[in-house]
């Protein structure tokens, strides 16, 4: 690989590095494991870099994440992971019992997003947290977009379900 392809590489694929992280740690619910499959997803598309034809290039990232994510599953077993080390950023007017509530709303639907059949929660985390457009996804999990809006209309009713019953709460 020449220089001028790594410099390419770099500039398509590292501005997407907190997208395919983010989607790592849905789908396998570990932070290190997430970061290994991230690892690993960014290594093969830089040693498969010659054969990327163009195209939308997050959409390309993270179908390698996906499918590496999807690998490392098979691989292994995986255990229930931590909880998210995420700080809440607030101004200063926000009370304290106001981050109690959103600290709690927030953790209710992770713990729902984990209930979720993976098929659900991968659509799911790629349009609501990753914003990504149906036609993305469709191309990132290989699926007819009526299959994308079919499965993102049953999981978000999954989610609310499950988050209105009260059962993500162990």
Known sequence: ???SDLAKFEALALPHLDAAYTLARYL??????AEDAVQEAFLRALKYFGSYRGGDPRAWILAIVRNECRSKSLRR??????????????DDSTSADALALETEAKE????????LPIEFREVIVLREIQGL?????????KAPIGTIM???SRGRARLE??????????
Do not use: C, W
């Open 1 to 3: 690989m020449t220089e």
């Open 150 to 152: 079919s499965r993102l």
């Open 108 to 115: 209710t639907i992770r713990e729902a997003l984990d209930l």
């Open 161 to 170: 379900k499950t988050v209105m019953s009260g059962q993500s709460r162990s």
């Open 28 to 33: 396998l619910r570990d932070p290190h494991n």
């Open 133 to 141: 457009s149906y036609q993305e996804i469709a191309d990132i999990l």
């Open 77 to 90: 077993q995986v255990a229930k992971s931590e909880e998210f080390d995420e700080e809440i950023h607030s």
